[in-house]
Structure formats: structure tokens, C-alpha cells
């Protein structure tokens, strides 16, 4: 499967614990984006990511998230000291630059008990 | 304040006929438009997509129309089937390659056999 792969699908976690997202990019694709989606709502941008750079974190919120995308390995999404209102479904997107299109994993689905 | 707005939740169409969702954004920086489309508990799948140079792309049963003028475009599915049935979302960006898409609520579709 050469698409966008994101694991785990679904991530349970109580408030207070820490969340770890990952994000393995189309083979070729350099640009990482992740976008959060709410019930009954559109995606919302968080974090662009090229390898090693983080290019806009416009959407992200200030404090407990951080993005990375190593020069090896998959990207992190990190969410610390989880809150209810981090539940939601999480997405990442990635693209071969320029005008393609961002292209999306299946998401990981995040619970907060 | 919603950059890309949706207007209709729903659509319900007979199999065989018209699917037309609609679409209107309000930041005139947007220069190039997509459409996805989403099966529950999937990642969006890109549908096809549209730059501000045109104002028709065509792709099969999918054609999108852009009226730049009125800041609306509109996605057309003929004929309709059941395997339609899904969440269509409209996203758009701005004029610099690799920036974030702003997405729709999202529009969804019942195709009825």
C-alpha cells in the first residue's frame, strides 16, 4: 500500500496522559500536513511539516501539542496532559509539493475517558 | 469566521440523475480548489481539483465549475450511483504553492438506488 499511513487507528487515553500520532507519508511525498476534524464539522489545518522543519504551525494550539517529521521516520503528532476536548479525529495529508494535491491517511480516531 | 462555506448538510438524488453541491468562499487570496470525498470512518479521497485560470475541469462523472465573480464553484456528478453516496468536502488554498487547505463543513450525499 503505497498511500498515506497513520497509525494507531484508534487511541484511547485518560486526561492527563500523553498522545503520540504517527504519520507515514506517500512514498516520494516530502510535505506533511496534519488537520483535526471535529463531529459535524470540515478538517482544520494544524501543522505543515517539511523533513526536519516545521514551515506553519498557524493552527496548532500554543500549549501540550508539537508536531515533528524527523529526517528518518514517520511524523509525530504529540498532544501532552490530554484534555476531553482533544476527542476528535486526526489527519494527516501529504503531497509532492507545488499545486498536487494533499493526498489523506485513514486518520486516527482520539478518545479522552 | 468560515473562509469556505457549504451551505447545504444534505443531498438527497435519485440514482441516475444530477448531484450538484454547491460551494462559496469569502478570501479572494484562493486561487485553487478541490473537492474530496469521504466515506465514514476514511481519510477524504481527492476528487478533483480546479485552479482560478480555469472556470470548468472535467473528470469522467465529475465536472467542477468555478465562478470566480460570485466566489462559487460547484461540484457535478452525472449520472449519479449509490457508491456516491459519501461526505463531499470543498477545500481551497491561496495563491502559494504548499499552503494549507481550508475546508467546507462538508455536503452530504444519498444516492437512492
Known amino acids: 500500500n503505497a498511500g498515506v499511513m497513520q497509525n494507531p487507528r484508534h487511541l484511547v487515553r485518560r486526561r492527563g496522559q500523553e498522545a503520540r500520532l504517527r504519520c507515514s507519508p506517500m512514498?516520494?511525498?516530502?510535505?506533511v500536513y496534519w488537520y483535526r476534524q471535529l463531529p459535524e464539522e470540515g478538517l482544520k489545518f494544524m501543522v505543515y511539516?517539511?523533513?526536519?522543519?516545521?514551515?506553519?504551525e498557524s493552527g496548532m494550539p500554543k500549549e501540550r501539542f508539537s508536531a515533528e517529521f524527523p529526517k528518518e521516520g514517520p511524523s509525530i503528532l504529540r498532544i501532552q496532559q490530554v484534555v476531553r476536548g482533544d476527542s476528535a479525529a486526526y489527519f494527516c495529508?501529504?503531497?509532492?509539493?507545488?499545486?498536487?494535491?494533499?493526498?489523506f491517511g485513514d486518520g486516527t480516531r482520539l478518545s479522552i475517558l | 469566521d468560515q473562509q469556505v462555506k457549504q451551505n447545504s448538510p444534505s443531498l438527497s438524488v435519485q440514482e441516475g440523475r444530477i448531484s450538484i453541491l454547491n460551494c462559496d468562499y469569502t478570501n479572494s487570496m484562493f486561487d485553487y480548489f478541490l473537492w474530496y470525498k469521504k466515506y465514514p470512518a476514511e481519510g477524504p479521497t481527492f476528487l478533483i481539483s480546479?485552479?482560478?485560470?480555469?472556470d470548468k475541469n472535467e473528470d469522467g462523472r465529475f465536472t467542477v465549475f468555478l465562478n470566480k465573480s460570485a466566489k462559487h464553484l460547484s461540484l457535478h456528478i452525472v449520472p449519479s450511483q449509490p457508491g456516491d453516496s459519501a461526505v463531499y468536502f470543498c477545500a481551497a488554498s491561496a495563491s502559494t504553492p504548499n499552503t494549507p487547505l481550508v475546508f467546507g463543513k462538508g455536503t452530504r450525499l444519498s444516492v437512492i438506488a
Open positions: 512514498k516520494g511525498h516530502s510535505h
Open positions: 495529508a501529504s503531497s509532492g509539493g507545488g499545486y498536487q494535491p494533499q493526498h
Open positions: 511539516l517539511q523533513k526536519e522543519n516545521i514551515i506553519d
Open positions: 480546479i485552479s482560478s485560470i480555469k
